[in-house]
């Protein structure tokens, strides 16, 4: 069988085939799609909230949950309660202390790719299953049920900083180490191990074209690229670097690259190639680099990008961008602030960071203001798969049977005619290493919305996790089609609807009143849970 693995449809082709729509907006942009695959079993309402600034916001907890751990399920809810949020956030601040041996114990059965060396996954037969299905079906599964929630938040958003596209550059299995060996280790650290720890893997090695990089054949990529995106951000009139900067740092990365030969008994492992290096004086961001530094000049390198205030302005941009709105710059500039101060004063130290985030009055006062943060394809799926409450029981981790639950729920998401293929996002596949955006503009042409819809639909009639149909595990007690309705709206949004909406649910489950009770049940409960999924209420986070 070949790969599961197709590559993303890419913003540019999403919109010149469907062109851009409101985000979450009524579902005509179905008909104006031509795509009306589900639209014959779910109706097209007329919502009166469209954007989040017209919804009743959700509590507190829900509203951390729904920003730090994909939603809010009945058990994180219960924690929350049992810590309260500042509690909650140090505790997941500190993912060593949180037991996450049911899922990793589960991953590292059933997919023991995850911890082998290159070498051995080099020699991998891969016939019915590819590394980075592996990999993409891992990072899925941890997302929907890893108890440490922050840390999966935080793995996903450190992807996208130091973005490699696994499928591109030969850097298939070097991801899968790079994962594991880089990002995730450093998720919650020091962002200047982290910085180190990614200029050493092998995966952005190859990815951004340093193993080429030699004195006398300088190539820039990587040294451009960890200003640019790693670091410092996009310079304007020469600040905060030039171009000599870009140039002197290539310089002093010449001879970063990886043991590369079979036999070496440190193959697949990063190596300093001393008579590679450019061993001359270098200038970098008005900084003298003596003579002869060797390896130490990319390091003093390093230690010059993780100590400079525009560093920590620019990541602090971007977690605020992650966690409270689109335009932080514009609307969020003091908490920018506050968190770029965190990075200078803790040297460095995401959790410091993160805990001035997380417990800032901007981040908890934050939804439905500075234009709403809508779900990206990937945080949807997973969304989905935790607030319906899909047992981990059901999808034990084993792929290349496409017999198994697991294998098919991976491919319902990731196969060649995979819902988040069609939509864009999968993980590791964004063809720039700037990353997958993460502003809502991004995500809502028409035709990524019309597989927004069907993703819900497919949720409900239980073809994304092979056998479950939420229906059939709601409380068997409530004893009215209203109950009902009000069970589905707490349970998948976590907050109110406006009154009209849920009327219009309540209309539309019951048809207007002429269905009884278990006439609505058997006809169509599927179908309010995929409208209340398909919502924009669903859709905005």
């Given at each position: ?10 913003r ?18 179905v ?14 309402l ?33 924690r ?31 997919i ?40 999966e ?13 696994q ?6 299995w ?6 594991r060996?880089?990002?995730r ?22 990815y ?39 140039l ?10 990886w ?5 070496d008994p ?20 008005g ?22 205030p ?9 977690l ?34 993160l ?7 901007e ?10 943060r809508?779900?990206?394809?990937m945080e ?10 899909v ?13 198994l ?53 497919a ?21 009215s ?23 219009t ?7 207007g ?14 179908g ?8 924009p ?5």
């Amino acid at each position: 069988m070949p790969s599961l693995s197709a590559g993303p449809l890419t913003r540019r082709r999403l919109l010149a085939l469907g062109g851009l729509a409101t985000a979450a907006n009524d579902p005509v942009a179905v008909a104006a799609s031509g795509d009306q695959r589900g639209a014959n079993r779910r109706p097209a309402l007329s919502w009166s909230a469209r954007a989040s600034a017209d919804m009743p916001p959700p509590d507190p907890a829900t509203h951390l949950l729904s920003r730090c751990a994909w939603g809010a399920t009945p058990a994180d809810l219960a924690r929350v309660a049992a810590l309260g949020m500042p509690g909650w956030i140090d505790e997941q601040l500190d993912p060593a202390t949180i037991d996450a041996g049911a899922v990793e114990g589960l991953l590292a059965a059933g997919i023991p790719d995850l911890s082998l060396n290159l070498a051995q996954l080099e020699v991998l037969n891969q016939h019915t299953y590819r590394v980075t299905d592996a990999l993409n079906a891992a990072t899925l599964y941890r997302q929907v049920y890893s108890p440490r929630r922050l840390q999966e938040a935080m793995v996903d958003f450190w992807s996208d900083h130091f973005s490699i596209n696994q499928y591109m550059e030969g850097a298939t299995w070097h991801k899968l180490i790079d994962d594991r060996d880089v990002i995730r280790p450093h998720a919650l650290g020091s962002f200047k191990d982290l910085l180190t720890a990614s200029a050493r893997s092998v995966a952005m090695l190859i990815y951004l074209n340093n193993e080429l990089n030699r004195s006398g054949q300088l190539n820039e990529n990587y040294a451009r690229e960890i200003l640019e995106l790693h670091t410092l951000g996009v310079a304007v009139d020469g600040q905060p670097y030039t171009e000599a900067d870009v140039l002197e740092v290539a310089r002093c990365f010449t001879g970063w690259a990886w043991a590369n030969r079979n036999g070496d008994p440190h193959y697949g492992a990063f190596r300093f190639y001393a008579d590679r290096h450019d061993q001359g004086i270098k200038q970098v961001l008005g900084q003298t680099i003596p003579a002869g530094g060797g390896e130490r000049d990319a390091l003093v390198v390093i230690d010059q990008l993780c100590r400079h205030p525009a560093t920590a302005r620019f990541l602090a941009t971007k977690l605020v961008r992650r966690f409270v709105g689109d335009d932080p710059l514009a609307d969020l500039s003091q908490l920018v602030d506050r968190v770029a101060e965190a990075f200078l004063v803790n040297d460095g130290d995401i959790k410091a960071m993160l805990r001035v985030l997380l417990n800032a009055p901007e981040f908890m006062a934050s939804f439905g203001r500075h234009g709403g943060r809508l779900n990206r394809p990937m945080e949807l799926a997973v969304r989905m798969m935790r607030v319906t409450g899909v047992p981990q029981g059901l999808l034990l981790p084993t792929l290349g049977d496409p017999k198994l639950p697991f294998h098919q729920w991976y491919s319902s998401l990731v196969g060649w005619d995979g819902l988040l293929n069609h939509m864009g996002q999968v993980p590791f596949a964004w063809l720039t290493p700037d990353g997958y955006p993460d502003q809502k503009e991004n995500w809502t042409s028409s035709v990524v919305m019309v597989y927004r819809w069907n993703l819900g639909l497919a949720m409900a009639e239980g073809r994304v996790a092979p056998g479950f149909r939420p229906r059939l595990h709601r409380p068997a007690d409530l004893a009215s089609a209203a109950e009902i309705v009000d069970h589905w709206i707490r349970r998948l949004i976590g907050r109110a609807m406006l009154a009209a909406d849920r009327d219009t649910l309540l209309a539309w489950f019951t048809n207007g009143g002429t269905l009884s009770l278990a006439q609505a049940a058997a006809q169509r409960e599927d179908g309010l849970i995929a409208l209340i999924l398909d919502s924009p209420y669903f859709q905005w986070r």
